[in-house]
């Protein structure tokens, strides 16, 4: 049986919720994997760039269901 992959959760672009075989309304939490139309040498420089951007986006950490990444740390800094 293969699981159910769910594209409504638009609130992470990084990973993606997958239902679990067996356990009917539980969801596991899985990267998102590149497509295999991309480039061997391609796939890995977005894989990279994904890391990156989600440790700058989300990655620090989360406050009243708010996730907050390096990017708006280092943004509270002045110039």
Not at 21 to 36: A, I, L, N, R
Not at 45 to 52: G, H, Q, V, W
Request: aromatic content about 12%.
């Amino acid at each position: 049986m293969v699981p159910t992959i769910l594209t409504n959760d638009t609130q992470d672009p990084y990973f993606a919720r997958i239902e679990v075989p067996g356990k009917p309304g539980k969801f596991k939490k899985v990267k998102k994997q590149v497509p295999d139309y991309i480039p061997e040498h391609d796939a890995v420089i977005l894989a990279k760039m994904r890391s990156r951007a989600y440790k700058l986006d989300m990655c620090l950490f989360n406050f009243l269901g708010i996730r907050f990444g390096w990017s708006s740390v280092i943004g509270l800094l002045p110039a």
